[in-house]
């Protein structure tokens, strides 16, 4: 079974500038999730797809942050602008349900200059 | 005050020590993971328990959830267990949301 692919690995912006991640959850998992880690500290949650529908985005700085997950597979998480506070990880998730273990991908770690 | 507490932030331990992380909380919850975080990023999911003790080889996770409280053993810890250990909640909503404690980061010198 091929695990939850992010993309990028890696990327270095300059604040103010756009940055799109990529996620391709575990085939049949309803549930996925973008995460936030900041160095030495827990994921947090951003967002969370129940197919293509949101049901908890309440984290999400919604001035800056937007993510969709269209047909209810891939999903997209944009900045824009970039701050220098949003230097971290993102990881994507995804389960078979809520109820259900999480599956975490290898994340992008973002670095603003 | 954090709905998820770890301790301790940090350990270090000499290679076949004893090694007990502790997690706390404060909602309420229809399960707990233990999940482990080596550098890199990326995350395993350990344990998924919502009521007395799971084994896997040398982990053993624990969890009172009258105390709302539970811990991860490690037995004759060695250097690859080297890692940040994640305590997880998933909450009583509509949706199980999922809350993180800040993670553990421990340290085992041969």
């Known amino acids: 079974e091929a695990g939850v692919a992010q993309s990028p690995r890696y990327k270095i912006i300059e604040k103010r500038q756009s940055v799109a991640f990529w996620c391709n959850p575990i085939?049949?998992?309803?549930?996925l999730y973008w995460y936030q880690q900041i160095l030495g500290q827990g994921p947090k949650l951003l967002i969370q797809f129940q197919n293509n529908g949101v049901v908890d985005d309440s984290q999400l700085p919604k001035d800056r942050f937007s993510a969709e997950r269209l047909k209810g597979v891939d999903s997209t998480l944009k900045i824009q602008p970039a701050k220098l506070e949003d230097s971290a990880v993102y990881l994507c998730?995804?389960?078979?349900?809520?109820?259900?273990?999480?599956?975490f991908g290898d994340g992008t770690r973002l670095s603003i200059l | 005050k954090n709905e998820v507490e770890q301790s301790p932030q940090n350990l270090t331990a000499q290679e076949g020590e004893f090694i007990t992380i502790n997690c706390s909380y404060s909602v309420g919850i229809s399960a707990l993971h233990w999940l482990q975080q080596h550098p890199g990023g990326g995350i395993v999911s350990l344990f998924m328990?919502?009521?007395g003790k799971k084994k896997h080889g040398r982990l053993i996770a624990t969890i009172n959830i009258q105390e709302k409280h539970s811990s991860l053993h490690i037995t004759a810890s060695h250097p690859r267990d080297s890692a940040v250990y994640i305590c997880?909640?998933?909450?009583?909503?509509?949706?199980?949301?999922?809350?993180f404690g800040p993670g553990t980061s421990l340290s085992v010198i041969p």
């Open positions: 997880a909640v998933r909450c009583r909503t509509s949706y199980d949301k999922v809350i």
């Open positions: 328990l919502s009521s």
């Open positions: 085939s049949g998992h309803a549930t």
């Open positions: 998730a995804s389960s078979l349900a809520g109820a259900q273990p999480q599956h």
